[in-house]
């Protein structure tokens, strides 16, 4: 979908740009892929940091790792994750930038301006 190439992508490639964005538009998975960001993470500490239940943590970890976003390495009774493609990164910078320049546009709109007091004649 890059401007300067611009072509049409068939039916097949458009589900799979779509399905990757699916599994993007969760604001818990969101949150999980940030703490990520920092390294490896055990379901116990990512269950304790987004303050969720490990049940749900687990859930979302799966769809994650099945999307090939994260990976997973068991040791004894843990399991581990971590990121398997950093290009997610990207495009969450992507949107996110694009978001902040949206907003601010939208918040200078309302920037406080003083008033100047109104004159009235008699």
Known sequence: MNKAKH??????ALQLVAARFKVLSDPM??????????????????????????????????????????ARRQEGNSVYYSIS???????????????????????SAFAFQPVRAISRRR
Not at 7 to 12: D, H, I, R, W
Not at 86 to 105: G, K
């Open 7 to 12: 072509q049409a992508m068939s039916l097949e």
């Open 29 to 70: 998975r969101l949150r999980i892929l940030q703490l990520l960001q920092d390294g490896e993470q055990s379901v116990t500490t990512i269950t304790e940091s987004v303050e969720s239940t490990q049940p749900n943590v687990s859930k979302h970890l799966k769809i994650m790792q099945e999307a090939g976003l994260v």
């Open 85 to 107: 493609d950093p290009t997610v990164f990207d495009l969450c910078e992507v949107v996110c930038s694009s978001l902040q320049e949206r907003f601010s546009a939208h918040a």
